[in-house]
């Protein structure tokens, strides 16, 4: 079974700074990972996803994350935020084969102020 | 870009009633699945559908839950007999391909679902 753990419930950022939301997962086989970000009232949007071959994958949006193994991680990062990066980012897995059933962290709230 | 999507946006029932909630998802996809996310609490797996079948469920997914693609287009959730612990919001996903595929799950925005 695959679970993920997402530390973070909350992450409070300045206009412009840099940001790392932190997923770690856990997993008896290899997995994909993915980041989905949701908007206020909106459904779950993907942000970038990492499926093999390079561990640094960039999504939409100016967001990228890095796959360390050794370390089960999965972080998300930006390296400068805007107010419209406001919202709640989950870091998912799900088996790379089979059905792809997502297997999802409990989210970070990034509130990003001016 | 083509969307999947969900109606209602918000439906309130009573409790021990049945409700449908509908989805039509992209209209390439293959795959569709439904989650759910309690208030507060992560996002849960509860079913997933292929080929007119269920092909996985969760623990969550017992026999008050049913879903059916009744038609070319649309796939619904049905809860026969609803429980105040089914308020959630109910998101569907579909997806084109599974597996091997680079396809990612494309999701709706969501019916918020309150039992009273």
């Known amino acids: 079974a695959q679970s993920v753990t997402q530390l973070d419930s909350q992450v409070p950022v300045f206009e412009e700074a840099p940001v790392e939301l932190r997923c770690n997962y856990s997993?008896?086989?290899?997995?994909?990972l993915f980041w989905y970000v949701q908007y206020p009232n909106q459904g779950l949007q993907l942000l970038l996803k990492?499926?093999?071959?390079?561990?640094l994958v960039k999504g939409i949006n100016g967001f990228e994350a890095e796959f360390n193994k050794s370390q089960t991680s999965f972080h998300l990062r930006k390296p400068s935020v805007h107010i419209s990066d406001t919202a709640e980012y989950f870091c998912?897995?799900?088996?790379?084969?089979?059905?792809?059933?997502?297997?999802f962290g409990t989210g970070t709230r990034l509130l990003v102020s001016p | 870009e083509p969307e999947v999507t969900q109606t209602p946006s918000h439906q309130v029932t009573q409790m021990g009633q049945e409700v449908i909630l509908r989805c039509v998802p992209i209209?390439?996809?293959?795959?569709f699945y439904w989650y759910r996310q309690i208030l507060g609490q992560k996002v849960e797996f509860l079913v997933s559908?292929?080929?007119?079948?269920?092909?996985?469920k969760s623990e969550i997914f017992d026999d008050q839950f049913s879903v059916e693609r009744p038609d070319g287009s649309n796939f619904t959730l049905k809860i026969r007999s609803t429980k105040l612990e089914d308020s959630a919001m109910y998101f569907c996903?579909?997806?084109?391909?599974?597996?091997?595929?680079?396809?990612?799950?494309?999701f709706g925005d969501g019916t918020r679902l309150s039992i009273l």
């Open positions: 209209s390439n996809h293959l795959y």
């Open positions: 990492y499926l093999s071959g390079s561990t």
């Open positions: 559908f292929y080929n007119n079948e269920i092909s996985e």
């Open positions: 997993s008896s086989v290899s997995v994909y």
């Open positions: 996903a579909s997806s084109e391909t599974s597996g091997y595929s680079n396809q990612p799950q494309h």
């Open positions: 998912a897995v799900s088996r790379p084969t089979g059905f792809q059933k997502l297997v």
